[in-house]
């Protein structure tokens, strides 16, 4: 991992971080997550005129879709929307049946789908993988292939990642980290507890 993502991670996994200090670090790093993304889109070359001469450079190959996963994933919607300024959102929301792990839709909302697009799923801790493989699978059956489809966390866990891989392998992930395991109640360890408490401060 790189320095400065270990930086922000650091104080969200700090358990005295303050509701504050834990939103702060969470824009700060979903920034960076953000840039990284940038780097894994598509790009192609177009003619461009400077104020004194014609030259050429470059703009997204594709168009963008954001599907924040609520409700944590929508924290990281404002810095994915500064680098992919045009990009249409989709908002769905799937919440996990504290009993059985399950994740349960609640809510789905996207815009038109094609083939031709990059899909960026923003998804701050990828746990069990349940909720993401949830929704490849409704993306799926609207024609969305898993090789359109980036998968961003903050902190990712190994068992997550192999469920959705076993079903989507032609998804890429992007995180600041994959942590070493799941606990029995499904929490990601270390981790930092539960993102959406901390950051709305419904602890
Ligand atoms: N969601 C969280 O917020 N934290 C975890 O550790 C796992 C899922």
Redesign the pocket.
């Known amino acids: 991992m790189n320095n400065s993502k270990e930086l922000y991670l650091t104080t969200l996994r700090d358990k005295n971080a303050t509701p504050h200090q834990f939103r702060t670090a969470a824009t700060q790093l979903a920034q960076l997550l953000a840039y990284d993304t940038v780097n894994h889109i598509k790009t192609k070359k177009i003619a461009i005129e400077t104020p004194n001469a014609a030259t050429t450079g470059s703009t997204f190959a594709q168009d963008i879709v954001l599907i924040p996963i609520l409700r ?1 994933g929508i924290t990281m919607l404002p810095s994915f929307l500064f680098y992919f300024e045009q990009a249409t959102v989709g908002v769905v929301g799937l919440k ?1 049946d504290e009993t059985t792990a399950q994740a349960q839709w609640y809510y789905c909302n996207l815009p038109p789908l094609t083939a031709n697009q990059q899909i960026i799923i923003l998804d ?2 990828l ?1 069990t993988g349940g909720t993401g493989v949830e929704v490849l699978k409704k993306l799926q059956q609207i024609g969305v292939r898993d090789s359109q489809v980036l998968y961003v966390s903050m ?1 990712a ?1 190994p068992e997550g990642l192999h469920h959705i891989k076993a079903s989507f392998p032609a998804v890429t992930f992007i995180n600041a980290a994959i942590d070493q395991k ?1 606990n029995t109640k ?3 360890i270390p ?7 901390r950051y709305f401060g419904t602890l």
């Open positions: 944590s996990r701050p801790m746990a902190i866990a799941l499904k929490f990601i981790g930092l507890g539960d993102f959406g408490d």
